[in-house]
């Protein structure tokens, strides 16, 4: 019942800004694969984020039963909430057992799956075992499952789920991942081989242009441009 009431206070929070000009244009950006309220990322968050706040969940297990909720809505805003409200609370999810965060997340990824979401999602995963690594990162195995993972989504998270750890990143996971995935044709599995070396180069640009130089006739194309695009600058 308690959760009941926090989803409709999202939803009572959301639905006055509803735009039904606007929502036809973000549906038809995502390939109408979902429906939308038509309302913009800084709207939507101004109006959910004094809720947000006010919830201070205990555990992870409260926050993914209300991420549930929101992901069951047909409207995707909600699933952004979703990922907003979990991404506000990091902490309570690093306090579960890693296994078990990682898995529901994972969950979720493989729910009403769009780059949108799974992007979202990919940055808590990498939240989430950063806080967990240990020096000998036995953490990063769950990834290792991912990598291999059927669904391309969960692949996603695993090629990307070191975005932003520059110095911590683990580089070995990094090169063994992007040619894993190598030879895959999904557009978003080349794309994300790209980006999770492009994002590497900010921190050791030397060695991604040493990585692309030795693997160059493995990776796609648009993995080879996309981890490319800002060396000239490095």
């Given amino acids: 019942m308690i959760q009941s009431t926090i989803i409709t206070g999202f939803q009572q929070a959301l639905i006055p800004f509803a735009d039904?000009?606007?929502?036809?244009?973000m549906r038809a950006y995502m390939k109408d694969r979902f429906d939308y309220l038509?309302?913009?990322?800084?709207?939507?968050?101004q109006a959910v984020m004094p809720l947000i706040r006010?919830?201070?969940?205990s555990t992870a297990t409260q926050l993914f039963e209300m991420a549930d909720q929101l992901w069951s809505l047909p409207e995707?805003?909600?699933?952004?909430?979703?990922?907003?409200?979990?991404?506000?609370?990091?902490?309570?999810?690093?306090?579960?057992?890693?296994?078990?965060?990682?898995?529901?997340?994972?969950?979720?990824?493989?729910?009403?799956?769009?780059?949108?979401?799974?992007?979202?999602?990919?940055?808590?995963?990498g939240d989430v075992l950063r806080a967990h690594l240990?020096?000998?990162?036995?953490?990063?195995?769950?990834?290792d499952t991912a990598i291999q993972y059927p669904d391309f989504w969960v692949r996603r998270i695993a090629l990307l789920h070191q975005l932003g750890w520059r110095e911590a990143t683990d580089v070995d996971r990094l090169s063994r991942y992007?040619?894993?995935?190598?030879?895959?044709?999904?557009?978003?599995?080349?794309?994300?081989?790209?980006?999770?070396?492009?994002?590497?180069a900010w921190h050791d640009?030397?060695?991604?242009?040493?990585?692309?130089q030795a693997h160059q006739e493995q990776l796609s194309g648009l993995s080879v441009r996309e981890a490319s695009k800002n060396l000239h600058k490095l």
């Fill in 20 to 25: 039904p000009q606007r929502a036809p244009g």
């Fill in 38 to 45: 038509g309302i913009a990322a800084p709207i939507r968050r």
């Fill in 54 to 57: 006010a919830l201070k969940p």
């Fill in 76 to 125: 995707r805003e909600y699933q952004y909430v979703a990922i907003d409200l979990l991404a506000k609370y990091i902490p309570a999810l690093t306090a579960a057992p890693p296994a078990d965060t990682i898995a529901q997340l994972l969950t979720l990824v493989q729910s009403k799956s769009w780059w949108d979401t799974v992007d979202g999602l990919a940055g808590i995963t």
């Fill in 134 to 143: 240990t020096p000998d990162r036995r953490v990063q195995a769950l990834m």
């Fill in 178 to 200: 992007a040619l894993l995935c190598a030879e895959e044709k999904e557009f978003f599995i080349r794309k994300a081989i790209g980006w999770a070396l492009r994002d590497y």
């Fill in 205 to 212: 640009p030397d060695f991604i242009r040493q990585f692309l």
